[in-house]
């Protein structure tokens, strides 16, 4: 778990499936994605357990509230990425980016 002034980014539990399926299933984050069909709660599974291989994934909170999810990487050759995904109609998707 990683604890800021304002925002903690905690690993995706499994308790978060439903919400995040709410989330990938949302008109308003379907806008700003590439999605080709509605997800199943199958499918998110599959997406967390895939993010866990690839990486961490976290759930971003504020003020208690989950409010999106972010995926942390390290590839073979070391380099860190970090990739969001939109959970609000305010939210874009970030394309991975090299961090430090």
Same mark, same amino acid.
């Given at each position: 778990? *990683? +604890?800021?002034?304002? =925002?903690?980014?905690?690993? =995706? /539990?499994? %308790?978060? &499936?439903?919400? &995040?399926? @709410?989330?990938? #299933? !949302?008109? /308003? ?6 999605? /080709? @069909?509605?997800?199943? $709660? ?7 357990? @895939?993010?866990?291989?690839? %990486?961490?994934?976290? +759930? *971003?909170? =504020?003020?208690?509230?989950? &409010?999106?999810?972010? $995926?942390?990487? *390290?590839?073979? #050759? %070391?380099?860190?990425? &970090?990739?969001? #995904?939109? +959970?609000?109609? /305010? !939210? @874009?998707? =970030? ?6």
């Amino acid at each position: 778990m *990683i +604890t800021g002034h304002k =925002v903690v980014l905690r690993p =995706v /539990e499994d %308790g978060d &499936i439903p919400l &995040i399926h @709410r989330w990938m #299933n !949302s008109p /308003e984050v379907w806008r700003g994605m590439d999605y /080709e @069909r509605p997800f199943s $709660l199958t499918d998110v599974r599959e997406d967390v357990e @895939r993010s866990r291989s690839d %990486g961490v994934p976290f +759930t *971003i909170v =504020v003020d208690g509230q989950p &409010i999106g999810r972010i $995926l942390h990487v *390290i590839l073979p #050759n %070391g380099q860190k990425l &970090i990739a969001a #995904n939109p +959970t609000t109609p /305010e !939210s @874009r998707p =970030v394309a991975p980016v090299p961090v430090q």
